[in-house]
């Protein structure tokens, strides 16, 4: 008879983990209202993504306005770095956020502006192409993600590498 009471005691043991599983495993809230936004603070505003509330909003966004997306170098000898500045303006009616700027190859690095660029104003992504073990046609892509539409936008770093 002491058996009984182990063999249900090891099977509550077993099933509460499950239980609050299930519990904290139920349908996802829903999306945030605006006042659950206010809430949170000034920037939750700021980094709303264009589709809100399964509308897509692609008036009352940020926009990257690129005076060129594609910077031409020429010709270079392999080992130099070629650097470049991509002046932009916020052609939108929000703060512009900028979330990442990534390359696809550690060759290409570039920085961006940390702080919220504001409608009208304008900034600068700076980008440093190493030419180190590199050689022919290249072309570098930069992306950037931000609160835009669409999120992603693609700079390029395009010219020829010679060997010495």
Same mark, same amino acid.
């Given at each position: 008879?002491?058996?009984?009471?182990?063999?249900?005691?090891?099977?509550?043991?077993?099933?509460?983990?499950?239980?609050?599983?299930?519990?904290?495993?139920?349908?996802?809230?829903?999306?945030?209202?605006?006042?659950?936004?206010?809430?949170?603070?000034?920037?939750?505003?700021?980094?709303?993504?264009?589709?809100?509330?399964?509308?897509?909003?692609? @008036?009352? @966004?940020?926009?990257?306005? *690129?005076?060129?997306?594609?910077?031409?170098?020429?010709?270079?000898?392999?080992?130099?770095?070629?650097?470049?500045? *991509?002046? *932009?303006?916020? #052609?939108?009616?929000?703060?512009?956020?900028?979330?990442?700027?990534?390359?696809?190859?550690?060759?290409?690095?570039?920085?961006?502006?940390?702080?919220? @660029?504001?409608?009208?104003?304008?900034? @600068?992504?700076?980008?440093? *192409?190493?030419?180190?073990?590199? =050689?022919?046609?290249?072309?570098?892509?930069?992306?950037?993600?931000?609160?835009?539409?669409?999120?992603?936008?693609?700079?390029?770093? =395009? #010219?020829?590498?010679?060997?010495?």
């Amino acid at each position: 008879m002491t058996r009984c009471p182990k063999k249900l005691l090891r099977s509550l043991v077993g099933v509460a983990p499950l239980a609050l599983l299930l519990q904290f495993c139920a349908a996802p809230a829903s999306a945030p209202s605006d006042a659950d936004v206010e809430e949170l603070g000034p920037n939750a505003a700021m980094i709303r993504l264009p589709v809100d509330h399964g509308e897509l909003d692609s @008036v009352n @966004v940020a926009k990257l306005d *690129f005076a060129q997306g594609i910077y031409e170098f020429g010709e270079v000898d392999a080992g130099a770095v070629v650097k470049h500045e *991509f002046t *932009f303006v916020n #052609g939108g009616r929000v703060p512009l956020l900028i979330a990442t700027a990534r390359s696809t190859c550690g060759c290409t690095v570039p920085s961006y502006p940390q702080a919220p @660029v504001q409608p009208g104003e304008s900034g @600068v992504i700076s980008v440093a *192409f190493d030419t180190k073990n590199k =050689s022919g046609l290249q072309r570098k892509p930069v992306i950037i993600t931000a609160n835009t539409y669409p999120a992603e936008t693609t700079l390029y770093v =395009s #010219g020829r590498v010679t060997k010495k």
